[in-house]
């Protein structure tokens, strides 16, 4: 019987909060995953952050450890074995190292999400869920071209082989989540606790906000819509420096260090294209969040 969960990159920022959620760990302690036989399956091809998780977790018995890269169709499928979803969010995801490293990038996170929607087909995966990025919008560098590209691999998936031939295939895209690693908030906050100076890129620049909660429940939400649909959610927006204020505060003396945009990255970005139904849904031109708003949401996160 399927019943189990696997998690592609299930170390990172996101996989953890989703098997927080899964397991019942998470603030409002609702799991899915309640019961022992309803396991979830971290699937990351680095030992030393899976042994990390797995302390953070408290060695908990309902998830298993699968070592493995999702550039490996073999390896994939035979982890999706009695696997009932799939949430697919490994990707190489930093912009300045597609830039420099193209094709692996490519190999990653293109072939890889092949890889996964072939596995996830041989193995009879009833769901799969594939995480992508607002830069997936009108693409400005490597990873965002790569992850429109994966877009359409899921989406076309779920014409080539609609259920019951085939698992389920949708996509949810959205920003940066906040707080996640690499991202600006830990990047700064960092700086500001050492005494540093934190260094902004154009004080102009916005950004999506979500959480992890919001992502995840994202997630949870899209399991249950048809197959090949394209999730987006509607989300508020936030000026770099508003941001940057709201983190320093009032009590600090700390000057943030500006600079231009670095290579491939957009003023603004866009949840929607303009020839998307309901597009375009730009950064510059949602709901925008202010200093008093930004600090609140920093305090939870």
């Known amino acids: 019987m399927k019943n189990g969960w696997l998690i592609t990159g299930g170390t990172g ?36 952050a899976q042994i990390a ?31 009932e979803v799939v949430v697919h969010a490994a990707a190489l995801k930093r912009v300045e190292v597609g830039e420099y490293n193209p094709t692996e990038m490519v190999q990653t996170n293109v072939l890889g999400s092949m890889n996964v929607v072939e596995a996830a087909i041989d193995a009879g995966v009833g769901c799969v869920v594939a995480v992508s ?39 949810v895209r959205y920003g940066n989540v906040a707080g996640s690693t690499g991202s600006v908030i830990p990047t700064w906050r960092a700086l500001i606790a050492a005494g540093k100076t934190p260094i902004l890129r154009h004080p102009d620049a916005t950004r999506f906000w979500i959480t992890a909660e919001q992502a995840v429940q994202l997630i949870l939400d899209a399991i249950r819509l048809p197959t090949g649909t394209l999730v987006v959610p509607q989300l508020p927006a936030y000026r770099l420096a508003d941001l940057m204020s709201a ?26 294209g303009a020839g998307e139904p309901g597009g375009p849904q730009r950064s510059d031109q949602a709901r925008r969040m202010m200093i008093e708003e930004l600090r609140e949401e920093l305090t939870r996160i």
Request: hydrophobic share 40%; aromatic share 6%.
């Open 53 to 83: 998780m797995r302390a953070e977790f408290n060695d908990d018995e309902r998830l298993r450890w699968l070592i493995g890269d999702v550039r490996d169709r073999d390896r994939l499928r035979r982890a999706m074995e009695s696997v």
């Open 133 to 171: 990025t607002d830069k997936a919008v009108e693409p400005l560098n490597c990873y965002g071209a790569t992850k429109l590209v994966a877009e359409k691999v899921f989406l076309g998936a779920a014409q080539l082989a609609p259920p019951p031939l085939g698992p389920k295939f949708v996509v």
């Open 247 to 272: 983190m320093l505060g009032p009590g600090t003396h700390l000057q943030a260090s500006t600079t231009e945009l670095g290579p491939g990255e957009k003023l603004h970005e866009s949840l929607k």
């Open 13 to 48: 920022f996101l996989g953890r909060a989703l098997a927080r959620r899964l397991l019942g760990l998470g603030r409002n302690g609702y799991g899915i995953c309640a019961a022992p036989d309803n396991r979830v399956c971290i699937y990351s091809r680095g030992e030393a």
